[in-house]
């Protein structure tokens, strides 16, 4: 394969979670006043980190979320996680790939580790990622679309940027791999095509995701 490193977003293109979560973020902004519909939370907080949500909401309403906003909203995902996600179709077959062929992997999400980590033991993919391969928005000090979290995964992999390819799902975190120098590979399974336009290339099916990158 032509890149020293492929760089996983998670929510999307490992574990099927942005039809819960999303269904679940609606649902609850929603009860607190400011609604919400499964599609407007797709299309403004697909791929991104929390601090998102209460940006958002501040700026719109004027209004601040609850401080316990975060715990009630990961407690609600993480229950719903352990009772209906499933990987996305085809990434294990993925990993099994890039494993066989010795590429190194690791994933960079814009969730908590505490939630990459519970959807990981949800659906049997904690036994692919190492905890040194898991990097969260947690570990710098902005999240997608800022270049910051795919640039911090790459140094602590020890690979170049530019020998890097992410895989992405939302428009938020193809700009962050642009920022970041990295070539990225948009996945349209969720998200139509048009709104990763900037991806150096589109794919629906993961388990095509390996004959790609040859």
Known sequence: ???????????????????????????????????????????????????????????????????DFDDVFHARVFAAFERELKPVAGAVDVLERLVADGVPYCVASSGSHARIRT?????GLDEWFEEQWVFSSEDVGRGKPAPDLFLYAAEQMGVAPERCVVVEDSPLGVRAAVSAGMDVYGFTAMTPAERLAEADQLFGDLRDLPDLLV
């Open 1 to 67: 394969m032509r890149y020293d490193l492929v760089i996983f977003d998670n929510d999307g293109v490992l574990v099927d979670s942005e039809p819960i979560s999303n269904r679940l973020l609606a649902g609850y902004l929603t009860e607190l006043g400011h609604p919400t519909s499964y599609e407007e939370s797709l299309r403004d907080y697909m791929g991104a980190a929390m601090h998102r949500v209460h940006d958002l909401v501040e700026e719109r309403t004027g209004q601040r979320l609850p401080d």
């Open 119 to 123: 959807g990981h033991r949800a659906t």
